[in-house]
């Protein structure tokens, strides 16, 4: 395993997982309130490493069939990566938000919370864009590291759930201020700003 290609991997997969949204609201509530902590951690992870897989492993298929997809989608790509990176810089600069954990309750027993938390990855379309299409896309970059790519996006989607989830106690005092997430969001915008470059430059 190529260390540098994994290092990648980890932190692309850490820089599209890590923004506010409704999934890392609801794994951080559960954290908050102590439920079903490790289910709704590892069902987060688990559905992110079959997509990151089913990316990494079809979309270069899909390229060779069709040789056209790899450079149209490496240039979309490189436009929404632009595009993702100047919202995030937007929001680094205007935003006042913070993450939100008042979110209605997911139901007291196991399988009612896991439903909830499979609602909100599987139903959500921007998941598909992130896994399967950006990340299968960028690592058509690593010919011979695609494995390598991959396990560093998958490493870096269970450390970070995990760490959120059980670690919600001291996280949510740190990014309940706006501040947090303005410079969470200002490091976003120049990663993906980067990726962006080298998806264009390594045409």
Known sequence: ??????????????SLIVAIGAQNAFVLRQGLIGRHVLAVC???AISDAILITVGVTSFGKIAQWLPFIEPAM?????????????NSLI???????????????????????LATCLAITWLNPHVYLDTVVLLGTISTQFANGQ???????ITGSFGFFLTLGYGASWLRPFF????AWRILEGGIALIMWAIAVKLVVGS
């Open 1 to 14: 395993m190529e260390p540098s290609v994994f290092l990648t991997g980890m932190m692309i997969g850490l």
């Open 42 to 44: 590892l069902t987060c």
């Open 74 to 86: 490496r240039y979309g790509g490189a436009a929404f990566l632009f595009w993702y990176g100047t």
């Open 91 to 113: 929001s680094a600069i205007r935003s006042s938000d913070a993450l939100a954990t008042d979110m209605p309750a997911a139901g007291h027993g196991l399988a009612q919370t």
């Open 147 to 153: 494995n390598a790519f991959a396990a560093g996006a």
């Open 176 to 179: 309940a201020r706006p501040q």
